[in-house]
């Protein structure tokens, strides 16, 4: 045991809990500064559309060094074709999450930008978790998750210019 996870053990913290919550932020981190360096290059190459491609063609790149490094196999085809089709729109809807980002970072301005972004994305996830879509298990609306959504969308008010 490490002397980190020795003193996180004896103080009552969960390690890998803090760990996932840090990895979590990590990746609203890159969320919120890809939206800025997306912009900077929409600037720079004056095309929203350009900028997008190039920040997936970074992204697909990134993905096949981390194939080869983890060692991935293509699934079979079997796997592929039993997909359901809503499985395989992940990658439009990201596109259009880029596109519309680097359309609306000038107008709104970063802060507000990814303010309103987590406020759709909590929205759509208190929705998708309630119902159950895309083979989720249901998780009931309650009452504090619709606080919660109610307070994030404050915050979004509070945060805008």
Same mark, same amino acid.
């Not at 609306?104 to 159950?132: C, N, Y």
């Not at 959504?149 to 805008?160: M, Q, S």
């Given at each position: 045991?490490?002397l980190v996870a020795a003193c996180a053990t004896i103080l009552g913290f969960n390690v890998q809990a803090i760990c996932l919550c840090v990895l979590g932020l990590?990746?609203?981190?890159? &969320? %919120?500064?890809?939206? $800025?360096?997306? @912009?900077?290059?929409?600037?720079? +190459?004056?095309?929203? %559309?350009?900028? @997008?491609?190039?920040?997936? =063609? @970074?992204? =697909?790149?990134?993905?096949? $060094? &981390? !194939?080869?490094? +983890?060692?991935?196999?293509?699934?079979?085809?079997?796997?592929? %074709?039993?997909?359901?089709? *809503?499985? *395989?729109?992940?990658? $439009?809807? $990201?596109? &259009?999450?880029? !596109? =519309?980002?680097? =359309?609306?970072?000038?107008?709104? @301005?970063?802060?507000?930008?990814?303010?309103?972004? &987590?406020?759709?994305?909590? !929205?759509?996830?208190?929705?998708?978790?309630?119902?159950?879509?895309?083979?989720?298990?249901p998780h009931p609306t309650s009452l504090s998750r619709l606080l919660g959504a109610g307070l994030l969308i404050a915050g979004v008010i509070l945060v805008r210019?």
């Amino acid at each position: 045991m490490t002397l980190v996870a020795a003193c996180a053990t004896i103080l009552g913290f969960n390690v890998q809990a803090i760990c996932l919550c840090v990895l979590g932020l990590g990746a609203g981190i890159s &969320v %919120a500064t890809q939206q $800025v360096l997306n @912009g900077s290059l929409r600037t720079w +190459l004056g095309s929203p %559309a350009w900028a @997008g491609f190039f920040s997936y =063609l @970074g992204g =697909l790149l990134t993905m096949i $060094v &981390v !194939l080869f490094a +983890l060692g991935e196999r293509l699934p079979s085809w079997r796997a592929m %074709a039993n997909a359901p089709w *809503w499985a *395989w729109s992940g990658g $439009v809807l $990201v596109g &259009v999450f880029i !596109l =519309l980002a680097i =359309l609306l970072l000038p107008s709104l @301005g970063a802060a507000t930008l990814i303010a309103l972004v &987590v406020a759709g994305q909590m !929205l759509a996830t208190i929705t998708i978790d309630h119902f159950g879509l895309f083979g989720l298990t249901p998780h009931p609306t309650s009452l504090s998750r619709l606080l919660g959504a109610g307070l994030l969308i404050a915050g979004v008010i509070l945060v805008r210019d």
